[in-house]
């Protein structure tokens, strides 16, 4: 029976590297001389933003934004909390980087699917991605195709297509 898996996943060599740039770009750029503005990855999950006032730390926000971009990693799986005071007056930021469809989110693909009312089409969460079943690939190119059109919280990829 044909099937395809859905997944979230974020390529992390591509986040490093658009961070090195950002890091890269916020030393050399006129702006942000003297500010002492970091981009740092933390860890496999998260990076964190350091600037001294709001305005640069939007800035960074951006730098960071279009770096991404360039790397075509999508801007859905940055998470950004809340700022914080840092020391000597200065404001950080931690952004979590989010992969994986979680309980929650898996529930709402399914739903999602359901909503289509395409015939023959089952879908079940199987840890951190959802599995779709049907009769026809047809009626799975036409899930994939609606659900690639629906903006879901997550930047979704579709893998492991078998007939």
Partial sequence: MPSFDITSEI???EVKNAVDQASREVS????????????????????????????????LRQVLEEKLIKRNVSLKVL?????????????RQMVN?????????GKKLNKMIKDLQIKDVSSSI????????SKK??????VISALKASDFELPLQFANFRD
Avoid: C, W
């Avoid at 998470?79 to 404001?91: I, N």
């Avoid at 980087?97 to 989110?105: P, R, T």
């Avoid at 690939?137 to 036409?142: E, I, N, S």
């Fill in 11 to 13: 390529d992390m060599q």
């Fill in 28 to 59: 050399t750029r006129f702006d942000f001389k003297g500010t002492e503005s970091t981009v740092v990855l933390v860890g496999d999950d998260a990076i964190e933003l350091h600037a001294p006032t709001e305005d640069r730390l939007r800035a």
């Fill in 79 to 91: 998470d950004y909390k809340k700022e914080e005071e840092a020391s000597k007056g200065t404001l």
């Fill in 97 to 105: 980087l989010v992969s994986g469809i979680d309980q929650e989110k």
């Fill in 126 to 133: 199987q840890g951190n991605q959802v599995r779709v079943t």
């Fill in 137 to 142: 690939r047809d009626t799975l190119q036409q």
